[in-house]
Antibody, heavy 122, light 113 residues
Framework: QVQLVESGGGVVQPGRSLRLSCAASGFTFSDYTFHWVRQAPGKGLEWVAVMSYYGGNTYYADSVQGRFTISTDSSKNTLYLQMDNLRPEDTAIYYC???????????????WGQGTLVTVSS | DIVMTQSPDSLTVSLGERATINCKSSQSVLHTSNNKNYLAWYQQKSGQPPKLLIYWASTRESGVPDRFSGSGSGTDFTLTISSLQAEDVAVYYCQQYYSTPITFGQGTRLEIK
């Protein structure tokens, strides 16, 4: 069964750190590029970061650049999001999503995880 | 960055009637190398993650009912629900995956009249 399962969310104080995990199963991890997408309470979807397994390139939304770090551990088929210097506006459900990519093109975002809630509050 | 703008923001339609949601991108998402539009549509019900409905602007994801269809090319796209069912109440988002940063429309809330 193709799936992504996030974990690591919780309540954290402003300025502190948190690391999210996303465990992949049911597909070949190395064939995929992975993304984090978040959704603040009552708001729309906001793309956060991407890591291309093919080449290892990473890109970030301006809102998290310099504070968040995306990474993978291929031995564990797991994606991570290290979130440092958290702000109240980072409060959101964080989803991981996989995207099948080759050297020349990428396909749709599929699968998606169920999400993990991060609350930044004092 | 490519800006995605959906219209309307909210929509109320009677059961069995047609629902149409529009999405406009600030630049073309048609990739000339493979002639594909890098445009997807998602459905999100309350308390659930987004569900992929349509990709490549018009390809229905496996298992998605055929009352859902996507059309358009370049910068203008449409999601159509041909005969609205009660279970279609949700927020719908378009997304471009043509270039980074990936961007989404603001969402369209669909309700039953």
């Amino acid at each position: 069964q193709v799936q992504l399962v996030e974990s690591g969310g919780g309540v954290v104080q402003p300025g502190r750190s948190l690391r999210l995990s996303c465990a992949a199963s049911g597909f070949t991890f190395s064939d995929y590029t992975f993304h984090w997408v978040r959704q603040a309470p009552g708001k729309g979807l906001e793309w956060v970061a991407v890591m291309s397994y093919y080449g290892g390139n990473t890109y970030y939304a301006d809102s998290v650049q310099g504070r968040f770090t995306i990474s993978t551990d291929s031995s564990k088929n797991t994606l991570y999001l290290q979130m440092d210097n958290l702000r109240p506006e980072d409060t959101a459900i964080y989803y991981c999503a996989g995207q099948y990519c080759t050297a020349t093109f990428c396909e749709r975002f599929d699968p998606w995880g169920q999400g993990t809630l991060v609350t930044v509050s004092s | 960055d490519i800006v995605m703008t959906q219209s309307p923001d909210s929509l109320t339609v009677s059961l069995g009637e047609r629902a149409t949601i529009n999405c406009k991108s600030s630049q073309s998402v048609l990739h000339t190398s493979n002639n594909k539009n890098y445009l997807a549509w998602y459905q999100q019900k309350s308390g659930q993650p987004p569900k992929l409905l349509i990709y490549w602007a018009s390809t229905r994801e496996s298992g998605v009912p055929d009352r859902f269809s996507g059309s358009g090319s370049g910068t203008d796209f449409t999601l159509t629900i041909s005969s609205l069912q009660a279970e279609d109440v949700a927020v719908y988002y378009c997304q471009q995956y043509y270039s980074t940063p990936i961007t989404f429309g603001q969402g369209t809330r669909l309700e039953i009249k």
